[in-house]
């Protein structure tokens, strides 16, 4: 997920364990020890994206494919990024230092901040249609949730809001709440959020004002009851979201496959990859893979759609054209196909097997499509489309093989079988 969702829950979950756990008996020591949860749990929560910098062993486009959501997105080298980060507090920070030193809570929620951040990140990363291979050594295969949307607003809004009413400062305090206000708005004026996303997403942000004033009215004798109340429920309402796209998800699982057995039954359908729209549980785009025939002498057919699970309600034709694009005009309300690409297994395998290039993408790729001589994942885009996953290998066939490959399985090993 984006690095600013991942921030903000960083920051509720510290906050949240900060006024959980038994209060500090110095002032001092209160305030310190709130500053430190807070920016450990941010930090956790945006550590495992350093693997950033690794992107430069290989070249573009496979770096990134390839090393982004990679070791540093696996829960053994969790463990050692968590003591990293505690490290650098301890080092850098000679308040947090003497904190740690002379109170067990504080370690305590150290721990749980730097722990929970960390599997925050991993855990919100493997919700979305990207994926990640969190059990490496010793399972090296991608997981997709096929959840939520990379950049989702509904986190902001779970616990940007109550964090917002901690701030003390009235004008900081304005200034946050206008950025998580005016964030939904641009991508809604800008065609990335239908209306009726945004209308929720205030509905949830005055919710949970309400709550933090009724709480500090009713029960905000101490610092930690005025704001525990308000963060449980965002964690609770983004728990809830969660569980309602679970439940969208198969019901737009569904209606794929009942589509494709209306309109081929002789294919058999190896995957479908769904993607959430944000905020908005009834619009999902997809891509299917499906092949036909028998081993190498098959075809791949790969189809990209978008679709709606409550047609009468909000029809498919107004879903965000900003995230996969507008439906035909002639679409029927609640399945739209938009592009698709066939290519023989045979060629696929070949290519793997002998351009070193494509092997390698073929690592992250999970609808590979080879069409004109460029390799593109059609999560991302259409067959021939450019994206960040978009690799022109006409003239890699010779090229050097590159080098410090991680040994990911291949999401498409149904169709290299062996490769």
Same mark, same amino acid.
């Given at each position: 997920?984006d ?9 509720? %979950?510290?906050a !949240? ?7 500090e008996?110095q002032?001092?020591h209160?305030?310190?020890r ?5 920016? %450990?749990g ?7 994206d ?8 290989l070249g573009? /486009?496979?770096g990134?494919l390839?090393h *982004? #959501?990679?070791?540093? $997105?696996?829960?053994?080298v969790?463990?050692a990024e968590? &003591?990293?980060l ?11 230092r003497r904190?740690? #030193?002379?109170?067990p809570?504080?370690?305590l ?5 730097s722990?929970?951040?960390l599997?925050l $990140?991993?855990?919100?990363d493997s919700l979305?249609?990207?994926?990640v *291979?969190p059990?490496? /050594?010793f399972d ?12 989702e607003?509904?986190?902001w %809004?779970a616990?940007?809001?109550p964090?917002?009413?901690?701030i003390?400062? #009235?004008p900081?305090?304005r200034?946050w709440?206008?950025?998580i206000?005016l964030?939904p708005?641009a991508a809604?004026v ?10 929720g997403?205030?509905?949830?942000? !005055?919710?949970?004002a ?10 905000g004798e ?6 525990r109340m @308000?963060?449980?429920? =965002?964690l &609770?309402a983004?728990l ?10 198969q019901?737009?699982h569904?209606i ?6 209306r309109i081929? &039954?002789?294919?058999r359908?190896l995957?479908?990859?769904? +993607?959430a729209?944000?905020?908005? /549980?009834?619009?999902?785009?997809f ?9 190498a @002498?098959?075809?791949? $057919?790969l189809?990209? =759609? ?5 047609p009468g ?11 996969a694009g507008?439906a035909l005009?002639d679409?029927?309300?609640? %399945? ?6 066939r290519q023989?297994v ?5 290519l793997a ?6 092997n390698?993408?073929?690592r992250? &790729?999970?609808? /590979? +499509?080879l069409?004109?001589w460029?390799?593109t994942?059609? #999560?991302?885009g259409e067959? =021939?489309?450019?994206n960040?996953s ?9 090229a ?12 498409r090993a149904?169709?290299?079988?062996g *490769?």
């Amino acid at each position: 997920m984006d690095n600013l969702t991942h921030s903000v829950v960083g920051l509720g %979950i510290g906050a !949240l364990i900060d006024r959980s756990l038994p209060a500090e008996p110095q002032v001092e020591h209160r305030r310190v020890r709130s500053r430190m949860l807070l920016t %450990i749990g941010c930090l956790a929560s945006n550590f495992p994206d350093l693997d950033l910098v690794l992107t430069g062993l290989l070249g573009p /486009p496979l770096g990134y494919l390839l090393h *982004h #959501r990679g070791h540093t $997105h696996t829960l053994v080298v969790a463990l050692a990024e968590a &003591a990293l980060l505690l490290a650098l507090v301890w080092l850098l920070w000679p308040s947090a230092r003497r904190l740690l #030193r002379e109170s067990p809570t504080a370690r305590l929620g150290a721990l749980l901040a730097s722990s929970i951040g960390l599997l925050l $990140h991993i855990g919100m990363d493997s919700l979305n249609v990207y994926g990640v *291979h969190p059990f490496w /050594p010793f399972d090296p295969n991608w997981y997709y949730g096929d959840l939520v949307f990379i950049v989702e607003p509904v986190f902001w %809004i779970a616990f940007g809001v109550p964090l917002a009413e901690m701030i003390r400062s #009235r004008p900081l305090r304005r200034l946050w709440l206008a950025v998580i206000a005016l964030v939904p708005l641009a991508a809604a004026v800008l065609g990335f959020l239908q209306w009726g996303s945004l209308a929720g997403l205030a509905a949830l942000g !005055l919710l949970l004002a309400w709550i933090q004033r009724w709480n500090d009215e009713h029960h905000g004798e101490t610092r930690a009851e005025r704001g525990r109340m @308000a963060l449980g429920a =965002g964690l &609770a309402a983004a728990l809830l979201f969660v569980g309602v796209q679970a439940m969208a998800l198969q019901q737009a699982h569904a209606i794929v496959d009942a589509e494709l057995k209306r309109i081929d &039954a002789g294919e058999r359908l190896l995957d479908t990859a769904l +993607s959430a729209y944000p905020a908005n /549980p009834l619009c999902w785009s997809f891509v299917t893979v499906a092949r036909t025939g028998t081993d190498a @002498a098959g075809t791949v $057919h790969l189809r990209r =759609g978008m679709l709606s699970i409550a047609p009468g309600l909000s029809p498919v034709s107004h879903c965000p054209v900003r995230i996969a694009g507008p439906a035909l005009e002639d679409a029927p309300p609640q %399945i739209a196909w938009q592009a698709e690409d066939r290519q023989p297994v045979a060629a696929l395998r070949k290519l793997a097997s002998t351009n070193c290039h494509v092997n390698a993408w073929m690592r992250f &790729a999970r609808a /590979p +499509s080879l069409a004109d001589w460029v390799a593109t994942d059609v #999560r991302w885009g259409e067959p =021939g489309s450019r994206n960040f996953s978009t690799m022109g290998y006409a003239g890699l066939a010779q090229a050097p093989c590159p080098a410090r490959v991680p040994g990911w399985a291949y999401p498409r090993a149904d169709l290299l079988r062996g *490769h």
